[in-house]
């Protein structure tokens, strides 16, 4: 039976791609950015047990060498995931297709489709194509929300289970998305390509970060880019915002007004017909 850890599952969200969807977040990741804002997703739990006395409500227990979370008793206080010092969570559950299924069939007058996101869910392929299946067969339409760093492969295998992908371009200069998030840009940039030939790429999105990233460097180039390859791709500029983020990044700041009005300027100077900023 196909099974995936997944940290969690909104059931309706309306900035995960087009409509109203539900998105299932799978666990673990193979960036390490800086300003992640979900750390708590990039690594499996080890099991080490030092979150344990940080929980105020008992919902964590230890039992047969392993720490297991009691969802009827979490408030949902995070306290868990601040004590932890493995970029983990408690509350990460494996699930099968079917218990995620049955989410589904909850939401399913009110939802267009899902979204499977992360981390990076494309480390558990099989398992999101399996889900893609199935939520077709329920009329649902499925994107795929990665950070690209990934094989063509992949999306060959997911082939048209896959409706469209949403994808991060951090940063243009290879080197910097390198000490950004421990890997550079090539494969990032593949995917990018392969997947606008495919028609198959909804939005790429670039958090702009004052102070660590050359922004309008990244806005130009990726502009530049899209417009090539097809200017009604969707580029979605995102403001970086400081809540969330590991201690390292809390000090950046957050960009001005003034700073997303250019560099939207930007991009649509550049060809870009759907530039959004958020
Ligand atoms: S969530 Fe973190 S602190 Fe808690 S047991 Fe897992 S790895 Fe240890
Ligand atoms: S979020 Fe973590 S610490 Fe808070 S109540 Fe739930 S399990 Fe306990």
Not at 91 to 114: A, C, L, Q, T, W
Not at 219 to 229: E, G, H, N
Not at 247 to 270: G, T, V, Y
Request: proline share 4%.
């Amino acid at each position: 039976m196909t099974k995936a850890n997944v940290h969690r599952i909104i059931p309706f969200s309306a900035v995960d791609g087009p409509g109203n969807r539900m998105v299932i977040f799978l666990q673990g990741c193979n960036f390490d950015c800086v300003y992640c804002h979900n750390p708590e997703t990039i690594a499996l739990c080890n099991h080490c047990a030092i979150c344990l006395k940080a929980c105020p409500s008992d919902a964590l227990a230890w039992e047969n060498g392993k720490v297991c979370w009691n969802e009827k008793l979490c408030h949902h206080c995070d306290s868990c995931i601040k004590a932890c010092p493995h970029t983990s969570s408690p509350k990460v559950r494996e699930m099968n297709i079917e218990d995620v299924i049955s989410y589904m069939e909850k939401v399913k007058p009110f939802i267009s489709g899902i979204t499977v996101s992360g981390g990076e869910c494309t480390l558990q392929i099989d398992f999101v194509k399996a889900l893609f299946q199935r939520a077709k067969e329920m009329g649902l339409t499925t994107f795929l929300d990665t950070n690209g760093f990934v094989s063509q492969d992949a999306f060959i295998f997911l082939g048209d289970d896959m409706d469209m992908a949403m994808v991060d371009l951090k940063t243009w200069n290879k080197e910097a998305h390198r000490e950004l998030t421990g890997k550079d840009n090539t494969l990032v940039l593949q995917s990018i390509r392969y997947l606008a030939e495919q028609h198959k790429l909804y939005e790429v999105r670039t958090v702009i970060v004052p102070g660590l990233l050359d922004n309008q460097q990244t806005v130009k180039m990726v502009s530049q880019l899209l417009s090539a390859l097809d200017q009604n791709i969707r580029y979605k500029l995102i403001r970086f915002r400081p809540m969330g983020v590991r201690e390292k990044a809390a000090s950046l700041e957050d960009p001005s007004d003034i700073l997303m009005e250019e560099l939207s300027d930007i991009a649509r100077n550049e060809g870009c017909k759907h530039v959004i900023v958020v």
